[in-house]
């Protein structure tokens, strides 16, 4: 089955840890984002890789990292810098950043007491 | 900079009956986008409009654009309550490298 995985589905964390959500895709898609979901709020974009090993800041990056060392996977770390981290995350992925279709995985939901 | 907006944000409707959402962008845009969620889900895509009059529909649901107005409309015929849902509109603004800016949302709720 193609398609893009998160994990885990449910994340629950101590206020100062840092902490990492998953985001995998076997659709072989070039490009993938980041964005997060507040109550009552559509998404905005936290970052976004166009190709491995690049990526770029999105509308709010602070307080968040990435990583893209392989095609397939674009974790992103929730550091403790971020001040309101509790929220829905949602990975997408399209074949490219041209690409018509933006994939969006199942979600993780983060809370951090 | 562009900026997305959705009305209304809420929406109580009778099944039966026929209602319309908007989408308003700000700036010239390449694409259209509709998003459907169900609570606690991620999104699940409806419809990519690509040019000015462009017009999709797929059962009860149809969109439109029309990038003159930077408009973009849903309409729901005859709703039924497995509509119910959030919609969102999104668009990716031109030159934007595929970012997409979204709509905060239409909550949609199809009473019997």
């Known amino acids: 089955d193609g398609g893009i995985t998160q994990s885990p589905k449910y994340l629950f964390r101590k206020e100062g840890q840092n902490v990492t959500l998953s985001c995998e895709q076997n659709?072989?898609?070039?490009?993938m984002y980041w964005y997060r979901q507040d109550p009552g709020q559509g998404l905005r974009l936290i970052y976004y890789?166009?190709?491995?090993?690049?990526?770029q800041k999105g509308d709010i990056a602070e307080g968040y990292s990435v990583s893209r060392e392989k095609k397939e996977s674009f974790p992103l770390t929730v550091t403790s810098a971020q001040k309101n981290p509790t929220a829905f995350y949602l990975c997408?992925?399209?074949?490219?950043?041209?690409?018509?279709?933006?994939?969006f995985g199942p979600g993780t939901r983060l809370t951090v007491t | 900079e562009l900026k997305v907006e959705q009305n209304p944000l809420f929406l109580s409707m009778q099944e039966g009956k026929n209602y319309t959402i908007y989408c308003n962008y700000s700036?010239?845009?390449?694409?259209l986008y509709w998003y459907r969620q169900d609570p606690g889900k991620s999104l699940e895509s409806l419809f990519v409009?690509?040019?000015?009059?462009a017009v999709k529909q797929e059962g009860r649901l149809m969109a439109s654009l029309d990038t003159k107005a930077r408009l973009s409309t849903l309409h729901i015929t005859a709703a039924v309550h497995d509509l119910s849902a959030t919609y969102f509109c999104?668009?990716?603004?031109?030159?934007?490298?595929?970012?997409?800016?979204f709509g905060k949302g239409t909550k949609l709720s199809v009473k019997p």
């Open positions: 997408a992925s399209a074949g490219s950043i041209y690409s018509y279709e933006q994939y």
């Open positions: 890789s166009q190709i491995v090993n690049d990526f």
């Open positions: 409009l690509l040019s000015n009059g």
């Open positions: 659709l072989n898609h070039d490009a």
């Open positions: 999104a668009s990716n603004g031109r030159g934007s490298q595929g970012n997409l800016i």
């Open positions: 700036t010239t845009s390449d694409r």
